[in-house]
């Protein structure tokens, strides 16, 4: 086989990988350059892990809640620990969501998307922020406020993609 038709192949099988990548991953409705779709955290279909997240505000506690309590939003579902804490929510749900999505506060501030630990958690000025743990949120807690403004920056430019 000669060189110049080993290279046309093996274009041929990129071209043919990437066709089939392209295929197979899930649109994405983009308006006016920005991501329409929401960007959660989601494991297993729940969002926050399945802890409900009036009661970070209510209790100051990382709660988890129940099944029988849950509400689609946002394509997760989110699960309340008492059906007061569920209207509370639905009342109002831009309220007691996570900043970022629920990812680590540190990682986005860092330009990443790292998985946050929901009993690791602070209330800043009415917003609940995550962390991946301990000793990150203690890193994290050193500047706080810079940290949220990285943070919110590479958030919105990640969502801006």
């Known amino acids: 086989m000669s060189y110049k038709r080993g290279l046309s192949r093996l274009f041929l099988v ?64 989110f699960l309340f620990a008492a059906p007061e804490n569920r209207d509370r929510f639905l009342r109002n749900p831009e309220k007691y969501l996570p900043q970022f999505g629920g990812f680590s506060t540190f990682g986005m501030a860092k330009g990443k998307l790292y998985a946050a630990d929901p009993e690791v958690f602070d209330i800043i000025d009415g917003r609940l922020y995550l962390s991946r743990n301990e000793k990150v949120r203690e890193l994290w807690q050193q500047n706080p406020g810079g940290y949220i403004e990285l943070a919110e920056n590479n958030w919105r430019d990640l969502r801006a993609r």
């Open 14 to 77: 990129v071209l043919a990988i990437g066709l089939a990548a392209a295929v197979t991953r899930e649109p994405q409705t983009r308006e006016h350059g920005a991501l329409v779709e929401p960007l959660l955290s989601v494991r297993d279909g729940l969002a926050i892990k399945g802890y409900d997240p009036v009661a970070y505000f209510s209790d100051y506690a990382a709660v988890r809640g129940e099944e029988a309590l849950s509400v689609e939003f946002d394509g997760a579902r």
